[in-house]
Antibody
Framework: QLQLQESGPGLVKPSETLSLTCTVSSGSISSKTHYWCWIRQPPGKGLEWIGSIYYSGNTYYNPSLKSRVTISVDTSKNQFSLKLSSVTAADRAVYYC?????????????WGQGTMVTVSS | DIQMTQSPSSLSASVGDRVTITCRASQSISYYLNWYQQKPGKAPKFLIYAASSLQSGVPSRFSGSGSGTDFTLTISSLQPEDFATYYCQQSYSSPEYTFGQGTKLEIK
């Protein structure tokens, strides 16, 4: 069963760049039928899609975050990454990586366990 | 962008009850609607895609219906493990995806 695991610093200073990596195991990130995504959830709040990437490198971002977000993929390592620049306290959240189907209503079908990121000096 | 509104925001029910959660889109999204279940401290779990298709392995007591702007998630007979928060998500405006605010299902 394919699994996703987020990794990266749990504490980021205001105005700096948040960087997270998602490692895909027991499956290939080079799937032609899936995208790879980042989704976040502030404490006690709902889910917000950040962006998606295809193995070829095509990216799609939430317009509200687009100016600060970069998602990249490294097929040799079976990983994809998130960079969010100029963070503020509003970016404090649990960050999930997820696999997204390119069929069947583009559902997010497999999720990582999530990693909490706090923004504080 | 397409807004998704769930109702109620919270719901109390008992084991064995039949419950229905509603999700309304700000514009027609055809059948491009998915449902997820999230338990405290855990990642969301994928339940239903394309409004009414059950993901493999999900118990048959879960069902979804609707199209256009109005959708429902029904649990036919609540089990203790079903108490969680449920989210709808639209994929009509691909590649911009939005979730409902969630419905917290609590034990009465």
């Amino acid at each position: 069963q394919l699994q996703l695991q987020e990794s990266g610093p749990g504490l980021v200073k205001p105005s700096e760049t948040l960087s997270l990596t998602c490692t895909v195991s027991s499956g290939s990130i080079s799937s032609k039928t899936h995208y790879w995504c980042w989704i976040r959830q502030p404490p006690g709040k709902g889910l917000e899609w950040i962006g998606s990437i295809y193995y070829s490198g095509n990216t799609y971002y939430n317009p509200s975050l687009k100016s600060r977000v970069t998602i990249s993929v490294d097929t040799s390592k079976n990983q994809f990454s998130l960079k969010l620049s100029s963070v503020t306290a509003a970016d404090r959240a649990v960050y999930y990586c997820a696999r997204q189907r390119s069929y069947q209503s583009n559902a997010f079908d497999i999720w990582g366990q999530g990693t909490m990121v706090t923004v504080s000096s | 962008d397409i807004q998704m509104t769930q109702s109620p925001s919270s719901l109390s029910a008992s084991v064995g009850d039949r419950v229905t959660i509603t999700c309304r889109a700000s514009q027609s999204i055809s059948y491009y609607l998915n449902w997820y279940q999230q338990k405290p401290g855990k990642a969301p779990k994928f339940l239903i895609y394309a409004a009414s298709s059950l993901q493999s392995g999900v118990p048959s007591r879960f069902s979804g219906s609707g199209s256009g702007t109005d959708f429902t998630l029904t649990i036919s007979s609540l089990q203790p493990e079903d108490f969680a928060t449920y989210y709808c998500q639209q994929s009509y405006s691909s590649p911009e995806y939005t979730f409902g605010q969630g419905t917290k299902l609590e034990i009465k």
